[in-house]
């Protein structure tokens, strides 16, 4: 059954909020004409409308239907259209029973339902060089998350990721110097930077290396 306007916290509301008006006015007339009451008045209305204010929240907080109604609600109130972080609880536990190829496909399921899951992908990426033996998939999802991601830290964290991977799993030092580039030159000033620059300098030198020994 709905709520309707007869509810006993609505008219708790709006009786606080009359009160308020009233003590408001009162106060504001007294002052008007040189009565010293009338700051007091005025401030019992002030915290009138502030209990009267917390009276409203608390009641639509109470409102909501479940926990997701009021993260919902709380989200709108806050402006923000960015959603509560997802559970990943019943994928784990299909990994944690050996599931791993039903785990994956759950996770492409997230993906597919929302294309701008990074978190799917970077669990899914970790599941397919852990228990799935597919470091190229892996290496592709944590491309899609790196570009999809505006924060610099896990931007950086997804390249260090990649390099890895290239290095040691797919053995393609091109791809890794390539990414090791973007990562110095689009992040410059990184804390990571110097160590990104090390390494590159280090594969490079690795390469020429194999070209002196083999000419040809």
Do not use: C
């Not at 989200?75 to 944690?96: D, M, N």
């Not at 990426?125 to 190229?136: E, F, K, S």
């Not at 999809?148 to 990721?161: D, N, V």
Request: no cysteine; charged share 25%; net charge neutral.
């Amino acid at each position: 059954m709905g709520r309707t306007d007869n509810q006993p916290e609505s008219v708790a509301v709006r009786y606080a909020a009359f009160v308020t008006l009233v003590l408001l006015i009162g106060g504001g007339l007294l002052l008007a004409i040189g009565v010293g009451m009338g700051w007091l008045i005025l401030m019992a209305g002030a915290v009138v409308g502030v209990l009267a204010g917390v009276l409203f929240l608390v009641f639509k907080l109470l409102a909501a239907p479940s926990a997701d109604a009021l993260l919902t609600f709380l989200g709108a109130q806050s402006g923000s259209s960015t959603p509560a972080l997802k559970g990943y609880s019943a994928i784990e536990a299909l990994v944690a029973r050996g599931r791993y190829q039903d785990a994956a496909s759950s996770y492409r399921r997230e993906i597919r339902s929302d294309p701008g899951d990074i978190e799917a992908r970077s669990r899914l990426a970790q599941l397919l060089l852990d228990r799935l033996d597919d470091p190229a998939g892996a290496a592709r999802l944590l491309i899609e998350a790196r570009d999809l991601t505006r924060h610099e830290p896990q931007k950086i964290g997804y390249a260090l990721r990649l390099v890895d991977l290239y290095r040691s799993r797919l053995k393609d030092r091109g791809k890794a110097l390539v990414e090791l580039r973007r990562l110095v030159d689009t992040f410059p000033d990184s804390p990571h930077s110097d160590g990104a620059r090390n390494e590159l300098a280090q594969l490079l030198e690795e390469a020429r290396l194999e070209r002196e020994a083999d000419p040809l």
